[in-house]
């Protein structure tokens, strides 16, 4: 698959929160906090910062996004019928190219995300209870360097 990622466009915020929605909606463990307009108004607000880069595919189909402010990964999506394809990896290393350091939240239970930014050089630094995060959810953080 060919991608191109680019900064996101005020026109992308309905695209990128439908797969905001998707993702969130797809682990039985995790609570439904918002709907999709509200997904849709806070993948506006991320582009309106400069967060946001998505990847299109070579048809123009936004496939996957990542939203980072400076070190900070706020979110990193696929489409649900794109995922395993690399799409996720290449974001990822479109960020890694930007900076010396990553850090970024994921929830204790999403196994398959640790395992994700395990292999992509990402190491534990925090575990929580989940107190302080608006589900409520036990999570991780991850912290990733520039190699030298």
């Known amino acids: 698959m060919t991608l191109d990622i680019r900064p996101a466009r005020t ?3 309905g695209k990128i929160g439908a797969i905001l929605t998707e993702a969130n909606a797809a682990p039985p463990w995790k609570p439904h906090l918002h709907t999709g307009a509200q997904d849709v108004a806070h993948c506006g607000e991320m582009i309106d910062r400069g967060w946001v880069h998505v990847a299109e595919d070579e048809d123009g189909r936004v ?33 890694k190219a930007e900076v010396d350091r990553l850090e970024l939240w994921t929830f204790q239970l999403n196994t398959g995300a640790q395992k994700f ?23 991780i953080r991850y912290a990733w360097e520039k190699p030298q």
């Not at 990402?122 to 929580?128: A, N, Q, S």
């Open 11 to 13: 026109t992308d915020a």
């Open 63 to 95: 496939v996957g996004f990542i939203a980072r402010d400076g070190e900070e990964i706020d979110a990193l999506f696929v489409a649900g019928p794109d995922r395993g394809q690399g799409i996720g990896k290449a974001l990822l290393d479109f960020a």
């Open 117 to 139: 930014y395990e292999r992509e050089g990402f190491v534990e630094v925090k575990r929580t209870d989940g107190s302080t995060n608006q589900e409520q959810l036990p999570d």
